[in-house]
T-cell receptor
Framework: GESVGLHLPTLSVQEGDNSIINCAYSNSASDYFIWYKQESGKGPQFIIDIRSNMDKRQGQRVTVLLNKTVKHLSLQIAATQPGDSAVYFCAEIIMNRDDKIIFGKGTRLHILP | DAGVIQSPRHEVTEMGQEVTLRCKPISGHNSLFWYRQTMMRGLELLIYFNNNVPIDDSGMPEDRFSAKMPNASFSTLKIQPSEPRDSAVYFC????????????FGEGSRLTVL
């Protein structure tokens, strides 16, 4: 876990339960949002994305919800497993401007046995 | 595909020394990104290239930092002279197209400047 800091918010979830990780973004012009997962000692890994013209998108065991009114993004992980332990980052892009991907601070997900 | 390859994985150096970090993006990817990750500041975008051309280097901390991409399969990030506050994990990532949100990250280069 040396690649991320000790001061991240931490969510502890019982194995088998559902997890909900939240993210607030600041730029109302952002129109594309992504969730990444970073395991200890590794680089971030893409999980799922959502465009601003959608409010929900589902993947395998994951669902992303977007509320543009309050600039809030969430990642739901169903039936959490030990392998889901990681730091999760939301990221945003303003398309067709600078296309820069800006990452949030991250949330550590800890799975309880 | 081998993924994004970074070297070195770990480097310890003394203040004032030059540091060069290397990256090989995934073949066929047109965009390459350099990020820095620290406890205090999280993941920061330093610079990114599209088709080997630097598009935005506004995240480069200061003139001590420079990045090049001489061809589609290689990029370097150089710090000269290095300072203790440069200690961080430096990630290189590539994507198929510029506007893709799906970045493929390397394993990172952990830099410690004493």
């Amino acid at each position: 876990g040396e690649s991320v800091g000790l001061h991240l918010p931490t969510l502890s979830v019982q194995e088998g339960d559902n997890s909900i990780i939240n993210c607030a973004y600041s730029n109302s012009a952002s129109d594309y949002f992504i969730w990444y997962k970073q395991e200890s000692g590794k680089g971030p890994q893409f999980i799922i994305d959502i465009r601003s013209n959608m409010d929900k998108r589902q993947g395998q065991r994951v669902t992303v919800l977007l509320n543009k009114t309050v600039k809030h993004l969430s990642l739901q992980i169903a039936a959490t497993q030990p392998g889901d332990s990681a730091v999760y980052f939301c990221a945003e892009i303003i398309m067709n401007r600078d296309d820069k991907i800006i990452f949030g601070k991250g949330t550590r997900l800890h799975i309880l046995p | 595909d081998a993924g994004v390859i970074q070297s070195p994985r770990h480097e310890v150096t003394e203040m004032g020394q030059e540091v060069t970090l290397r990256c090989k993006p995934i073949s066929g990817h047109n965009s390459l990104f350099w990020y820095r990750q620290t406890m205090m500041r999280g993941l920061e975008l330093l610079i990114y290239f599209n088709n080997n051309v630097p598009i935005d280097d506004s995240g480069m901390p200061e003139d001590r930092f420079s990045a090049k991409m001489p061809n589609a399969s290689f990029s370097t990030l150089k710090i000269q002279p290095s300072e203790p506050r440069d200690s961080a994990v430096y990630f290189c990532a590539s994507s198929l197209i510029r506007s893709s949100g799906e970045l493929f990250f390397g394993e990172g280069s952990r830099l410690t400047v004493l």
